[in-house]
């Protein structure tokens, strides 16, 4: 008789509130149940008593990591119904800002991941190096964070010249931190046993729950909205999509660490030529019509479709977020892994974890539960490392 394992709805390893229940049999998983719907928090509802400049500092706040790839979106959505194509000069600096943040947000997974494992050294290690990434984006935009840097016809802020031979020393030693991770990732006998074939998503499952991004892309699916479908400067730079065939979490671990590889070398290229010009076409009307807006976020597609009556608002705005698309695969990828290994495999499509946490264990027999806090299932996860070690005689 299987047991019933709950996961959230509140987990730090979790994109928001989703509850994961997982049927096991003994210590590996047969079956598991996902709901989402928690968080909701009026996004779309909030953009229509907006106005255009203002939606996009709303979108912003969807998510903390992706502060940027919402607004790329929006305001791609606002210029294809407005028949708008922003300054060159702009475009350049869209894509600097995007590049950057999908360096922050696969670091803070990568850093994440090693904690969740038991490598707290790589945790902190790499998240000394992300500071890399926030000092570059306080020095281009005033913000760590958040940066506010896009509007409807351009940016904000310009990249003032005699800042570029700063951010290329920062960028130089961002590479070195990279050959570090690389090394570490791909020689570190115990990750590869945590990791190698453990939730794996095949190509053809890949493609069914329509996943997209680092989690389409690690099974063997390139597909990518900058090349797909090219906007700001990726048309005009030379960079490669990162396809990996495993499918399991190794590859979803190694696609991202070679993505940001290629997304120093966009950075790069762009500095290059970026040329003098004008930032902003001070855009202030939008005309009656429909326009849909799509971005490359560090997770994925992010899709916002945008109606105007040709008033200052929004009559309907409509956003879908990437992690909508990848947290229903782990109805096939959790399966058959053990309970030590299933929130690994959770937590592998890259969500953004939660602040509280819970995890409830029911006994089907007695229908006793016991409440555990999520540190224990850290605590397992690690203990599993620690086994391994042993196993495979790694001190």
Known sequence: MSEIIPIGPYHPLQEEPEFFRLHVEGERVVKVDIEIGYNHRGIEKLAESKSWDQVVFLVERICGICSTS????????????????APERAQYIRTIICELERIHSHLLWLGLAGHFIGYNTVWMWVWKYREIICDI????????????????????????????PWIRKSLDKLKLALDLFKGAVMDDPVIHARTKGVGVLTKEQAKNYCVVGPTARPSGIAIDVRKDDPYFAYDWIDWDIVVLEEGDVFAKVAC?????????????????KMKPGIIDLNVKELPPGEGIGRAEAPRGEVYHYVRSDGSNFPVRY?????????????????????????????????????????LIVIDQGTKKERVLEGNELIRLSQQRTEKIKKELGVK
Request: aromatic share 6%; net charge negative.
């Open 70 to 85: 919402h607004p790329a979106a929006s305001v791609n959505a606002m210029e294809d119904l407005g028949g708008i194509e």
């Open 318 to 358: 409509k956003v879908r977020a990437p992690s909508y698309m990848n947290i229903f695969s782990n109805e096939v990828a959790c399966v058959g892994e053990r309970v030590a290994d299933a929130a690994l495999v959770l937590a592998a499509v890259d969500p953004c974890y939660c602040c509280t946490d819970r």
């Open 137 to 164: 984006f306080e020095k281009i935009s005033g913000n760590r964070q958040s940066y506010a840097m896009f509007k409807v016809g351009g940016v904000r802020r310009d990249i003032p010249d005699e800042d570029i």
């Open 256 to 272: 991202r660490i070679l993505e940001m590889y290629e997304s120093v070398k966009i950075i790069e290229q762009c500095l290059d």
